[in-house]
């Protein structure tokens, strides 16, 4: 399973961006999907999780009201809508799924993913 996520890009305090996440050759329908971030020097973070039915979704606080992850089974894609992009969201983001498919819920610790993607750019900037 490789996961290629795409979308990142240099944008100003308060503007948006659409990150994606596919899978090559493989379908995501089955699979719980979490978006992490990680900034220079700072720990990864779990930034939102959604289950494989799409029914439940979870955010950090730090995102929440302005990032909204989805999933659109036609395209095989999970998306994360970011709005009223901050400084501190600059980062690299990677959108990974767990080893064991089909699970009720989802969670955003690290250790709960074994499939990652190569990640790509947030930079918020003036």
């Known amino acids: 399973l490789q996961l290629v996520e795409s979308g990142g890009d240099l944008v100003q305090p308060g503007g948006s961006l659409r990150l994606s996440c596919t899978a090559s050759?493989?379908?995501?329908?089955?699979?719980?999907i979490a978006w992490f971030r990680q900034a220079p020097g700072k720990e990864r973070e779990g930034v939102s999780c959604?289950?494989?039915?799409?029914?439940?979704?979870d955010y950090a606080d730090s995102v929440k009201g302005r990032f909204t992850i989805s999933r659109n089974y036609t395209k095989n894609m999970v998306y994360l809508e970011m709005n009223s992009l901050k400084p501190e969201d600059t980062a690299i983001y990677y959108c990974?799924?767990?080893?064991?498919?089909?699970?009720?819920?989802?969670?955003?610790?690290?250790?709960?993913?074994?499939?990652w993607g190569q990640g790509t750019q947030v930079t918020v900037s003036s």
């Open positions: 050759g493989f379908t995501l329908d089955y699979y719980a």
């Open positions: 959604i289950t494989s039915s799409g029914g439940k979704t």
């Open positions: 990974a799924a767990p080893f064991t498919s089909l699970q009720p819920m989802c969670n955003r610790a690290p250790s709960g993913y074994g499939y």
